[in-house]
């Protein structure tokens, strides 16, 4: 064991090991730049689904989508979450990293990898968007760059499982690890899960587009490629609520409701979350209907009562921290002297309820197998999934990078004031976005298609005003959601550039070991109304259901009208 320090931030009391606190920086920066480069994309995506202006060319829009896709759900994504997953590793079990250089190597992989990607991409022969069907084959150097970046991340998460190990064998922690750190276990195991299956089908793919291989059968293509497509949605589920958990202990002191009931939830997830996948492949006929059946249903359910879990113990947890803190008048007194000035609390609570009420409730319409005929392949599909993973996880990573920016990366905040409202201008126009995204996919508008008026075809289509209507305002507020990503990176990246920097704190050669952590009975003692612990998330969570019931009947009677039976 090579001799390493640790630093002791003087704000937060975390201790940062040397070798890690690099790492953590490096992904986290590394994702940001491609987070600034899917923005940029963005533009164009956006300017040209806006029927007024519809701005690119046909195979530009394409190109561009491809990147855009890529770069937003994998690259950004998959590097800031490597980044937590060294942070719940090694600083929050106070231990060092295991294999500091391979998890260098790992890291080159990445950037080689998704930076090699990008340019094959904009090389103009590769506009195979991000599901990248076979036989639609793209350049070779396409699939090997994707394969590149998928071996980097792999061994990030071997990093991290061998930093566990070294964690128990050091005794840098008593009992059982955080719960944050579960989560983040959590979201590496269904990592191992996602790129294994995008290493299964991308490789034999790869080989057919150099003629090693004949061919690849589409159907067993497609149900493996949404194995990663899919589940790599799950690995930032997982990562975003174990942020949630870390937030609510950072800003309120909060302890978990129950942590017994959390970690059963990111149990369910580990066995349950993958198969929600199978949404993508109710229109197939290679899939049995039993198969079908037990996916769309039992499984499912299982997957959404975990989220459903989360949704309520993390609120939850905030309650009764406030009203120990004497915030105790009415329902929600709690909320409203919550720190909504905090960028890190607004942006994770702004994540919570649009990822439970937009993504979550679109999710579980999805995946019934009747209704998701209404909206298979419509923009609809785009629209849910920007409320899971742009509400959902990109607005909880931008929430954590403004309490990393002091403690991690050792800056003062630049402009303050654009901090505050940057979670409110990119969440809320977000939720504008999604909505009429979902609002114009129920009408029919299909998804990825460069011009949804088909002009000057032979069999054009005349969509209703209420469809125009809806995709210009998928523009409007699409762009207005860029500018709420464009506030974050001048943030965050004017902080690192010219913030000034803070006290690095001490440094010592060796380790302060965790103390053990008391168990949470944090809901066992009753405040509130009627003995709960929590009345206040209790009414949001009885909103919400009467919100699920409601929409999911009202898709029922839209089949109805599309499906006449006499």
Same mark, same amino acid.
């Given at each position: 064991?090579?001799?390493?320090?640790?630093?002791?931030?003087?704000?937060?009391?975390?201790?940062?090991?040397?070798?890690?606190?690099?790492?953590?920086?490096?992904?986290?920066?590394?994702?940001?730049?491609?987070?600034?480069?899917?923005?940029?994309?963005?533009?164009?995506?956006?300017?040209?689904?806006?029927?007024?202006?519809?701005?690119?060319?046909?195979?530009?829009?394409?190109?561009?989508?491809?990147?855009?896709?890529?770069?937003?759900?994998?690259?950004?994504?998959?590097?800031?979450?490597?980044?937590?997953?060294?942070?719940?590793?090694?600083?929050?079990?106070?231990?060092?990293?295991?294999?500091?250089?391979?998890?260098?190597?790992?890291?080159?992989?990445?950037?080689?990898?998704?930076?090699?990607?990008?340019?094959?991409?904009?090389?103009?022969?590769?506009?195979?968007?991000?599901?990248?069907?076979?036989?639609?084959?793209?350049?070779?150097?396409?699939?090997?760059?994707?394969?590149?970046?998928?071996?980097?991340?792999?061994?990030?998460?071997?990093?991290?499982?061998?930093?566990?190990?070294?964690?128990?064998?050091?005794?840098?922690?008593?009992?059982?690890?955080?719960?944050?750190?579960?989560?983040?276990?959590?979201?590496?195991?269904?990592?191992?899960?996602?790129?294994?299956?995008?290493?299964?089908?991308?490789?034999?793919?790869?080989?057919?587009?150099?003629?090693?291989?004949?061919?690849?059968?589409?159907?067993?293509?497609?149900?493996?490629?949404?194995?990663?497509?899919?589940?790599?949605?799950?690995?930032?589920?997982?990562?975003?609520?174990?942020?949630?958990?870390?937030?609510?202990?950072?800003?309120?002191?909060?302890?978990?409701?129950?942590?017994?009931?959390?970690?059963?939830?990111?149990?369910?997830?580990?066995? +349950?979350?993958? !198969? @929600? #996948?199978?949404? &993508?492949? *109710?229109?197939? =006929? /290679?899939?049995?209907?039993?198969?079908?059946?037990?996916?769309?249903?039992?499984?499912?359910? +299982?997957?959404? !009562? @975990? #989220?459903?879990? &989360?949704? *309520?113990?993390? =609120? /939850?947890?905030?309650?009764?921290?406030?009203?120990?803190?004497?915030?105790?008048?009415?329902? +929600?007194?709690? !909320?409203?002297?919550?720190?909504?000035?905090?960028?890190?609390?607004?942006?994770?609570?702004?994540?919570?309820?649009?990822?439970?009420?937009?993504?979550?409730?679109?999710?579980?319409?999805?995946?019934?197998?009747?209704?998701?005929?209404?909206?298979?392949?419509?923009?609809?599909?785009?629209?849910?999934?920007?409320?899971?993973?742009?509400?959902?996880?990109?607005?909880?990573?931008?929430?954590?990078?403004?309490?990393?920016?002091?403690?991690?990366?050792?800056?003062?905040?630049?402009?303050?004031?654009?901090?505050?409202?940057?979670?409110?201008?990119?969440?809320?126009?977000?939720?504008?976005?999604?909505?009429?995204?979902?609002?114009?996919?129920?009408?029919?508008?299909?998804?990825?298609?460069?011009?949804?008026?088909?002009?000057?075809?032979?069999?054009?289509?005349?969509?209703?005003?209420?469809?125009?209507?809806?995709?210009?305002?998928?523009?409007?507020?699409?762009?207005?959601?860029?500018?709420?990503?464009?506030?974050?990176?001048?943030?965050?990246?004017?902080?690192?550039?010219?913030?000034?920097?803070?006290?690095?704190?001490?440094?010592?050669?060796?380790?302060?070991?965790?103390?053990?952590?008391?168990?949470?009975?944090?809901?066992?003692?009753?405040?509130?109304?009627?003995?709960?612990?929590?009345?206040?998330?209790?009414?949001?969570?009885?909103?919400?259901?009467?919100?699920?019931?409601?929409?999911?009947?009202?898709?029922?009677?839209?089949?109805?009208?599309?499906?006449?039976?006499?």
């Amino acid at each position: 064991m090579g001799q390493t320090t640790y630093r002791t931030c003087p704000r937060s009391g975390l201790q940062f090991e040397a070798q890690a606190e690099k790492l953590i920086t490096y992904n986290a920066v590394a994702g940001v730049v491609f987070l600034l480069l899917g923005g940029i994309l963005a533009i164009g995506v956006v300017l040209t689904r806006w029927p007024a202006i519809h701005w690119l060319e046909a195979d530009t829009f394409y190109m561009v989508l491809t990147a855009h896709g890529l770069d937003m759900l994998i690259y950004w994504l998959i590097f800031f979450e490597i980044a937590i997953l060294y942070f719940c590793s090694s600083t929050l079990l106070r231990c060092r990293i295991a294999a500091p250089k391979i998890a260098w190597l790992a890291f080159a992989l990445m950037v080689i990898g998704a930076v090699g990607n990008n340019i094959v991409i904009f090389q103009g022969s590769s506009s195979v968007m991000m599901t990248s069907y076979v036989p639609m084959m793209a350049s070779p150097w396409f699939y090997l760059t994707i394969i590149l970046f998928a071996v980097g991340a792999l061994i990030g998460c071997f990093v991290f499982f061998g930093t566990l190990v070294v964690a128990k064998r050091e005794k840098t922690y008593e009992g059982s690890v955080p719960l944050v750190t579960m989560g983040a276990l959590t979201a590496a195991i269904i990592a191992v899960f996602t790129l294994l299956s995008g290493a299964i089908i991308l490789v034999p793919t790869w080989l057919m587009s150099i003629g090693l291989v004949k061919q690849v059968d589409p159907l067993i293509y497609r149900t493996i490629w949404w194995a990663l497509g899919h589940s790599s949605q799950q690995i930032n589920v997982a990562a975003h609520i174990s942020v949630w958990y870390l937030v609510a202990a950072v800003v309120f002191g909060a302890k978990p409701m129950s942590e017994r009931v959390s970690r059963t939830a990111f149990l369910l997830y580990i066995l +349950f979350l993958q !198969l @929600a #996948s199978a949404h &993508h492949l *109710l229109a197939d =006929p /290679g899939l049995s209907v039993p198969w079908k059946i037990i996916n769309t249903s039992y499984f499912m359910y +299982f997957a959404v !009562l @975990a #989220s459903m879990l &989360h949704g *309520l113990t993390v =609120p /939850g947890a905030m309650e009764v921290a406030q009203r120990r803190k004497g915030y105790t008048k009415g329902l +929600f007194e709690w !909320l409203r002297k919550a720190p909504w000035s905090n960028p890190t609390f607004s942006g994770v609570f702004i994540s919570i309820i649009g990822f439970g009420f937009l993504g979550g409730i679109s999710g579980v319409m999805m995946g019934t197998e009747q209704l998701n005929m209404i909206i298979h392949n419509t923009i609809y599909v785009p629209g849910h999934f920007h409320a899971t993973v742009v509400i959902g996880t990109t607005l909880t990573f931008m929430a954590l990078t403004y309490y990393l920016i002091p403690v991690l990366f050792k800056r003062e905040m630049i402009a303050p004031k654009m901090a505050q409202w940057q979670p409110y201008v990119f969440g809320l126009s977000m939720y504008f976005f999604t909505l009429v995204m979902m609002g114009a996919g129920t009408l029919g508008v299909s998804r990825r298609h460069w011009d949804m008026a088909f002009s000057g075809h032979a069999l054009a289509y005349e969509w209703p005003g209420a469809a125009y209507l809806m995709m210009g305002l998928v523009g409007i507020t699409g762009m207005a959601a860029i500018a709420g990503g464009a506030m974050y990176i001048y943030v965050t990246v004017g902080s690192l550039l010219w913030g000034k920097k803070l006290e690095k704190g001490s440094v010592s050669a060796t380790f302060t070991p965790v103390p053990r952590a008391a168990p949470s009975v944090a809901a066992q003692t009753s405040h509130g109304s009627s003995g709960f612990a929590a009345p206040g998330t209790f009414v949001l969570a009885m909103v919400f259901l009467t919100a699920f019931v409601l929409y999911y009947f009202i898709n029922w009677k839209y089949l109805s009208t599309l499906w006449g039976l006499s």
